[in-house]
């Protein structure tokens, strides 16, 4: 007797397209690639700059100092569109050159906001991320925790967040029309009626910005990971860091960022991932849904598995934590994700410099995981002791 097909909660009686597609060609599940043959083939796949990576007409706003922490109002243009906004931040004493952090916003289907998320700035936290940023980490802007450490930090917009987001009135009617029914079911009543409709018809309009990407040969990846690129290339220049010092970090889609700018830049000493890893197979019967486009890069699932991106800078040092109770995976994906980093690490002969911890609980970056993830970047990038 032959074992029953797989099933795939959300394709139910297509679910023979997943054996479909395999049989065309070979999918995500190969055995663990070289780390030099994924960062390649990563590259090429996310293959996409505008005016050489490097941020144009760069301006400073308000400067301030508060609890221990000494920052500035950064912005700039990356060559199209709205210019991005975003926020310095370094320890108020000393001037010597530092190690340096991108840290990267989540996508919480919460776009109106995106630096602000992670980092306080001259009037700290927005009252409508109050409630968000209590649930996903743990009421503090982790981006100031990382200055007040020793860190000089980059916290920026994503193109389709905050300053980078698109204006509500040029989306299209129905789009509009059902912004406040696809808001109520984000859960985000906190915000204000205001914000979840924008944040509902965002949600929608993603699609229709996934597939001008598309059809001008790119993807939302590629054109994200461009813009952290950008930002990137910013820190590295300025005379309070140490370019070869420079990490990233990030929850969630901030995770995902995490992973595409590592596999896109030669210029990151070290990265942590939060809550944004699985395999592909992981996904595939009830976890594509909840996902942003940002997980599915046009033609990525024929070069390589998600863990081949973190994995493809190798033995340059990961950390990733996983969540045991995280409803966006699977905890055999996560498993499996975990022991395809450690295997890809072996062959770098660097199993040291691959950390995987995971924890109990739902999808977050709390305190704990913060210090724990704080406490790794200090030893990787020998920044001041906490």
């Not at 609890?67 to 000393?94: D, K, N």
């Not at 220049?237 to 070869?244: I, K, L, S, Y």
Request: proline share 7%; with cysteine; glycine share 10%.
């Amino acid at each position: 007797m032959t074992d029953p097909a797989p099933r795939y909660a959300h394709l139910g009686p297509f679910g023979g397209l997943v054996a479909a597609a395999r049989a065309v060609r070979p999918l995500f599940g190969q055995p663990p690639v070289a780390a030099a043959e994924s960062r390649q083939r990563a590259k090429e796949s996310l293959r996409f700059s505008v005016a050489g990576e490097q941020p144009q007409e760069i301006r400073i706003g308000r400067t301030w100092t508060a609890e221990g922490v000494r920052g500035e109002e950064i912005s700039w243009s990356v060559g199209f569109g709205p210019r991005t906004e975003g926020l310095i931040l370094r320890p108020a004493e000393g001037g010597a050159r530092l190690p340096g952090v991108v840290a990267l916003h989540d996508h919480g289907h919460f776009k109106f906001f995106g630096k602000e998320k992670i980092a306080d700035g001259p009037d700290g936290c927005p009252a409508p991320l109050t409630a968000f940023r209590q649930t996903y980490y743990g009421g503090r802007a982790y981006a100031n925790r990382l200055a007040s450490a020793g860190f000089v930090v980059l916290a920026h917009d994503a193109f389709l967040w905050g300053s980078r987001k698109f204006p509500l009135e040029i989306m299209p009617d129905r789009e509009r029309a059902l912004a406040e029914a696809v808001g109520a079911t984000l859960e985000q009543g906190d915000a204000g009626p205001e914000i979840v409709r924008y944040n509902g018809a965002a949600l929608l309009h993603e699609h229709l910005v996934s597939k001008y990407c598309t059809v001008l040969g790119t993807s939302l990846a590629a054109v994200i990971a461009h813009d952290d690129r950008v930002a990137l290339n910013l820190l590295r220049m300025r005379t309070d860091v140490e370019p070869a010092r420079i990490a990233c970090v990030g929850l969630s889609g901030g995770g995902l960022r995490a992973a595409l700018l590592r596999a896109t830049s030669d210029e990151l000493a070290a990265c942590v991932i939060v809550g944004m890893m699985s395999t592909y197979e992981g996904l595939l019967s009830e976890c594509i849904a909840p996902h942003t486009w940002m997980l599915f890069p046009n033609g990525w699932s024929e070069a390589g598995d998600w863990p081949d991106l973190a994995a493809s800078a190798a033995p340059s040092p990961l950390l990733v934590q996983f969540l045991l109770d995280d409803e966006l995976f699977t905890v055999d994906g996560m498993r499996n994700a975990d022991s395809y980093l450690a295997e890809v690490y072996a062959r770098a002969e660097a199993p040291e410099a691959y950390t995987g911890e995971f924890y109990p609980g739902p999808h977050r970056f709390d305190v704990a995981m913060q210090e724990a993830a704080l406490a790794w970047l200090q030893s990787r990038l020998s920044a001041r002791p906490l």
